[in-house]
């Protein structure tokens, strides 16, 4: 999936038919601006009110027609698993309710890494209500959790799903957020999340 000319993830299927959508996170100048704008507006494909962070809102929209083609290509039987680290997670987690609306009687699944806020508390309600397992890898070291701050200039943000937390505090704010050297390495390694 692209946007303009950056890719953002992937869809796949395996042998036994389950299918999965994977956002990467933030790499480029522009991803960083996409982050930092925190103002909110509603999120459009469900009337159930509830606000959403505007950047991550713009750069979904302008994948999200990519993301559903590829995936009704794949034809989802089985499963629909869904992931993302930082960014990606904002992506991922704005996707599941259309996913949800378009396969509502597929197994679906929601795993982030180090996912930023992302919603007002009645989107997060709204979202709490499809029944969607949602799982949030959480390092305590990590910075980007934090942000938005939960109150950003009159802006309500809230996380959407069950905190998993570890705690691994390496040299710097990157490698705290790190998904191969940090996040990977917490998620095999669940007795010693800290690399040695």
Not at 5 to 14: H, K, L, V, Y
Not at 43 to 58: A, E, I, N
Not at 68 to 74: I, Q, T
Not at 146 to 173: C, I, K, M, N, R
């Amino acid at each position: 999936m692209l946007d303009e000319s950056e890719p953002f993830g992937f869809a796949a299927r395996d042998a036994q038919g389950d299918c999965y959508l994977v956002f990467r996170g933030t790499e480029s100048v522009q991803d960083w601006l996409d982050d930092l704008d925190l103002d909110q507006r509603a999120y459009p494909w469900q009337g159930g009110g509830g606000l959403v962070h505007d950047g991550f809102l713009k750069l979904y929209t302008s994948l999200r027609d990519q993301a559903l083609l590829a995936l009704e290509g794949l034809q989802p039987q089985a499963a629909l698993w869904v992931c993302g680290h930082s960014l990606g997670c904002a992506l991922s987690s704005l996707a599941v309710p259309d996913l949800r609306r378009r396969w509502p009687f597929l197994a679906l699944q929601h795993y982030n890494f180090a996912s930023p806020r992302l919603a007002s508390p009645a989107f997060a309600n709204y979202y709490n209500a499809l029944a969607v397992p949602t799982y949030r890898l959480v390092n305590d070291s990590d910075l980007v959790p934090e942000v938005p701050p939960a109150d950003s200039d009159g802006w309500l943000y809230q996380h959407l799903g069950l905190a998993v937390t570890f705690t691994a505090s390496y040299a710097g704010v990157v490698d705290n957020h790190s998904m191969g050297d940090c996040y990977l390495y917490a998620l095999n390694n669940p007795q010693s999340p800290m690399r040695g």
